[in-house]
């Protein structure tokens, strides 16, 4: 069965500093991958996808994830983090015989220090 | 806004009793995704509907139901709720299966 694991419940940089979440995958078909964003009180919002074209996916605000094949990993970064940044971020993995639905990480919660 | 809209907002009851919660997805998506998100359980896929028709279906309790009507706006019932349905409830909506899914603000629910 597949299933994705977000490395870090919590994770803590300072303001212009590197963003790196870290997001692995299981699946044994190809999958389609994508990074959403929650902010407080707010629904989720897509940040980027993978869908088997490109392996590095630039998203919105800055973000972008590589998809590793060999790693089965998806990890997200942003190269100069902003107090705005800060939310909680999950990976999703669709599998194209699953009809669409959305398996997500736990979540990883970002804070910004000034 | 993802164009995606739910209500209510909120929603407080108690254990025993129904609700519905309704969904109106973006313009042109026939698509919809129900979401159950909890603390202790992350964010689950309940249902999905493609126009009109049940398509995939997830951990989604007896207890829930949902339906897709012509004008494909979406509904999620729940029954005989229990302290342990207290959550937030989202509705997602897409052009097609496999494109990505657009989320409503969605529905917080509170069973005392």
């Known amino acids: 069965a597949q299933s994705v694991t977000q490395l870090g419940s919590h994770v803590s940089v300072s303001e212009g500093a590197l963003v790196l979440l870290r997001c692995n995958y299981s699946s044994s078909v190809p999958p389609y991958l994508f990074w959403y964003v929650q902010y407080p009180n707010q629904g989720l919002q897509l940040l980027l996808k993978y869908t088997s074209a490109a392996t590095l996916v630039k998203g919105i605000n800055g973000f972008e994830a590589e998809f590793k094949k060999s790693e089965t990993s998806f990890h997200l970064t942003k190269p100069s983090a902003h107090m705005s940044d800060a939310a909680e971020y999950f990976c999703a993995v669709s599998l194209e015989n699953q009809g669409g639905k959305l398996i997500f990480g736990q979540g990883t919660e970002l804070s910004v220090k000034p | 806004d993802s164009g995606v809209t739910q209500t209510p907002k909120h929603l407080i009851t108690a254990t025993g009793q129904r609700v519905t919660l309704r969904c109106s997805p973006r313009?042109?998506?026939?698509?919809v995704y129900w979401y159950q998100q909890s603390l202790d359980q992350g964010l689950q896929f309940l249902i999905q509907?493609?126009?009109?028709?049940?398509?995939a279906k997830g951990n989604i309790l007896e207890r829930f139901s949902a339906q897709q009507f012509p004008d494909l706006h979406s509904e999620l019932n729940l029954s005989s709720l229990e302290l342990g349905d207290s959550a937030l409830y989202f509705c997602?909506?897409?052009?097609?299966?496999?494109?990505?899914?657009?989320f409503g603000p969605g529905t917080r629910l509170t069973v005392l």
């Open positions: 313009s042109g998506d026939l698509s």
């Open positions: 997602a909506s897409s052009v097609v299966s496999y494109n990505e899914q657009f």
């Open positions: 509907y493609y126009n009109g028709e049940e398509r």
